[in-house]
């Protein structure tokens, strides 16, 4: 749940931690319209490497939190089901779920988590997190589709914050011990140390780990608290990508888009039973097909021979050399110590153990089709 660069010759926004990367000696980059910390001194591989071993530490308040509110959750989880696939009206207190909002023809237009508070007196609101470069068209849509059912909030005065890896959970117990006790995809408002927060246990490397939610005046204060732990270091954009290939974790405007639907992205997970027999959401005509046909092609995972990483938009072609697909995420995995890729291919070309090949600069590079994820998940569940 990831964005690339806007392009916009518009001036860069800073996040609240702008101060605290700068500090740090990060490098920082145009991205999704936000100057961001790429890498820090250590560099990428280190920091990939860390977040494996212990715990890493992003600023993701780029991304867009928002809230809907209607008169109860019955009413809500009514007016953002016409909107996305997930079933939301099923969603407990205090649980979170993955979707995505999809245009009529259910190509994804962005996807989000979607939050019920725990709380009985917050019945009848949902929490939002949106992607950073989607977030404008986000929240006009929803204001224009829910008019008159659910009200929009957004909450640009608040940070965000992911505490990533195995060591997070020990982390967060010393500062805010009713954290260690949430479940995976468990939400939660609770104090860090006296700092207010929302907090939810999820994340998008992989790894166990909590995104916290925090007043953007109290985000340095949160941030300074965190990372003087010796088991904690700030990690940037570069390795919070190769830690979400290594999930095979899909990122919005490459792995995903407009063009693409949830069944072909291998996403029909986040679509529960009701909702795929019901329909009654953007494009449902064609996902349920999809869901009861399959889909002409699939997001697969791809393991190419040698050490150098394959890019997005190389081409994917069978043993007679036809084109079958292309790359919409590549390179180099630190865990694995090579390079991995995602991509579509025709679905006859999908199955695990399937012998491709991808352009590498001119030159077809043996490639095999493997289970995503590439390192296996480790997330905190019952």
Same mark, same amino acid.
């Given at each position: 749940?990831?964005?690339?660069?806007?392009?916009?010759?518009?001036?860069?926004?800073?996040?609240?931690?702008?101060?605290?990367?700068?500090?740090?000696?990060? +490098?920082?980059?145009?991205?999704?319209?936000?100057?961001?910390?790429?890498?820090?001194?250590?560099?990428?591989?280190?920091?990939?490497?860390?977040?494996? &071993?212990?715990?890493?530490?992003?600023? #993701?308040?780029?991304?867009?939190?928002?809230?809907?509110?209607?008169?109860?959750?019955?009413?809500?989880?009514?007016?953002?089901?016409?909107?996305?696939?997930?079933?939301?009206?099923?969603?407990?207190?205090?649980?979170?779920?993955?979707?995505?909002?999809?245009?009529?023809?259910?190509?994804?237009?962005?996807?989000?988590?979607?939050?019920?508070?725990?709380?009985?007196?917050? $019945?009848?609101?949902?929490?939002?997190?949106?992607? &950073?470069?989607?977030?404008?068209?986000?929240?006009?849509?929803?204001?224009?589709?829910?008019?008159?059912?659910?009200?929009?909030?957004? =909450? $640009?005065?608040?940070?965000?914050?992911?505490?990533?890896?195995?060591?997070?959970?020990?982390?967060?117990?010393?500062?805010?011990?009713?954290?260690?006790?949430?479940?995976?995809?468990?939400?939660?408002?609770?104090?860090?140390?006296?700092?207010?927060?929302?907090?939810?246990?999820?994340?998008?490397?992989?790894? $166990?780990?909590?995104?916290?939610?925090?007043?953007?005046?109290?985000?340095?204060?949160?941030?300074?608290?965190?990372?003087?732990?010796?088991?904690?270091?700030?990690?940037?954009? !570069?390795?919070?990508?190769?830690?979400?290939?290594?999930?095979?974790?899909?990122?919005?405007? =490459?792995?995903?888009?407009?063009?693409?639907?949830?069944?072909?992205?291998?996403?029909?997970?986040?679509?529960?039973? +009701?909702?795929?027999?019901?329909?009654?959401?953007?494009?449902?005509?064609? #996902?349920?097909?999809?869901?009861?046909?399959? /889909?002409?092609?699939?997001?697969?995972?791809?393991?190419?021979?040698? +050490? &150098? /990483?394959?890019?997005? !938009?190389?081409?994917?072609?069978?043993? %007679?050399?036809?084109?079958? !697909?292309?790359?919409?995420?590549?390179?180099?995995?630190?865990?694995?110590?090579?390079?991995?890729?995602?991509?579509?291919?025709?679905?006859?070309?999908?199955?695990?153990?399937? &012998?491709?090949?991808?352009?590498?600069?001119?030159?077809?590079? /043996?490639?095999?089709? #493997?289970?995503?994820? %590439?390192? /296996? =998940?480790?997330?905190?569940?019952?």
């Amino acid at each position: 749940m990831t964005e690339p660069s806007s392009g916009s010759d518009d001036p860069l926004l800073e996040t609240p931690l702008h101060g605290a990367h700068v500090a740090l000696g990060a +490098r920082m980059v145009p991205f999704a319209g936000y100057a961001m910390p790429v890498q820090y001194p250590s560099g990428i591989i280190a920091e990939h490497t860390h977040t494996r &071993a212990a715990a890493g530490l992003f600023d #993701v308040s780029h991304m867009g939190q928002a809230s809907l509110r209607a008169a109860n959750h019955a009413a809500v989880a009514a007016a953002l089901e016409a909107l996305v696939p997930a079933d939301i009206l099923g969603l407990a207190p205090g649980r979170q779920r993955y979707s995505q909002l999809l245009n009529a023809d259910g190509g994804i237009l962005d996807d989000l988590m979607v939050s019920r508070p725990a709380d009985p007196a917050a $019945d009848g609101t949902l929490a939002l997190v949106v992607n &950073a470069s989607r977030k404008a068209a986000d929240f006009a849509l929803l204001r224009e589709r829910l008019a008159g059912k659910a009200e929009l909030l957004v =909450h $640009d005065d608040r940070a965000l914050l992911a505490l990533q890896g195995p060591e997070a959970a020990a982390v967060m117990a010393m500062h805010c011990p009713p954290a260690a006790a949430l479940p995976f995809m468990g939400v939660a408002t609770a104090t860090i140390d006296g700092i207010a927060v929302g907090l939810s246990r999820s994340g998008y490397t992989g790894e $166990d780990g909590f995104e916290i939610s925090v007043g953007a005046g109290e985000a340095r204060a949160l941030w300074d608290r965190l990372t003087a732990d010796p088991r904690v270091r700030p990690i940037g954009l !570069g390795a919070r990508d190769s830690l979400r290939l290594e999930a095979g974790l899909c990122l919005y405007g =490459h792995d995903i888009d407009e063009t693409t639907s949830p069944v072909e992205a291998g996403l029909t997970w986040s679509i529960q039973k +009701r909702r795929r027999e019901a329909g009654g959401f953007p494009g449902a005509v064609l #996902v349920r097909r999809e869901l009861e046909d399959g /889909p002409a092609r699939l997001r697969i995972g791809l393991r190419p021979e040698g +050490r &150098a /990483p394959v890019r997005e !938009g190389a081409v994917i072609k069978n043993s %007679f050399g036809d084109v079958v !697909g292309s790359v919409t995420s590549g390179g180099f995995g630190p865990s694995l110590g090579a390079p991995v890729a995602m991509g579509y291919v025709l679905r006859r070309f999908a199955e695990p153990g399937t &012998a491709l090949t991808v352009d590498l600069r001119g030159k077809d590079v /043996p490639a095999t089709v #493997v289970p995503l994820p %590439f390192v /296996p =998940h480790r997330y905190k569940k019952p």
